[in-house]
């Protein structure tokens, strides 16, 4: 993708809606384009859990899809003070603690329902983690409501009848998910 555009296009924006920022750093991943926001301000970029920074993102995308004249939006991540990050990073750990428990008891568990871009972070945290080789994810559910189901790859380990273990534990109070949404 263009970094001049996406640099371009993240800092109109961001001017016109008068949110204070002094760069914003363009870097291309793998299969995606991040762009960080550099501002002191940052909690105002971010807004409510993140709605700001989401709305900037979908704005920014469909904005870069227009002038690029591309068949469907880029995949743009944008992020601020390591904001976007960090739930990238909980997520990822999320999975890891709830692999545990599918390996100890052999049940699927299914995580709480979040939004494709972070199904696709534990999809591909998953399957590119050694440690994790002997599982595999499926998504589950329907729009708001989908989620991902870790469960063993070797399916003889698993009891007749298993049903889905429940996506929080009782004692697991932390794992509120409901803010991840790109």
């Known amino acids: 993708m263009d970094s001049a555009l996406v640099k371009d296009i993240v800092g109109q924006l961001l001017t016109k ?3 204070q920022f002094s760069d ?3 870097t291309d991943e793998e299969d995606y384009t991040r762009a960080e926001i550099v501002s002191d301000t940052a909690s105002r970029i971010i ?5 700001t920074l989401n709305s900037i993102q979908h704005l920014a995308k469909s904005i870069i899809r227009q002038k690029g004249n591309l068949d469907r939006s880029p995949f743009l991540v ?17 999975a890891e603690k709830k692999a545990d428990f599918v390996r100890r008891t052999g049940s699927r568990v299914a995580l709480a329902p979040m939004s494709p871009y ?3 972070i534990v999809h591909l945290h998953v399957a590119s983690t050694p440690e994790l080789a002997d ?3 499926e998504s589950s559910g329907q729009g708001d409501y989908r989620q991902v189901v870790l469960k063993l790859k070797d399916e ?7 049903e889905l273990a429940p996506v929080i ?5 932390d794992d509120d998910l409901g803010n991840l949404d790109i």
């Open 156 to 162: 003889s380990k698993v009891r007749d009848g298993e």
């Open 47 to 51: 807004g409510w859990h993140g709605e």
């Open 24 to 26: 914003v750093v363009v």
């Open 78 to 94: 944008l992020d601020v003070d390591g904001y976007r990050k960090s739930q990238e990073d909980k997520v990822r750990a999320i």
């Open 118 to 120: 972070f199904r696709r």
């Open 135 to 137: 599982l595999t994810t």
């Open 17 to 19: 809606l008068d949110l």
């Open 169 to 173: 534990a009782e004692d697991e109070g």
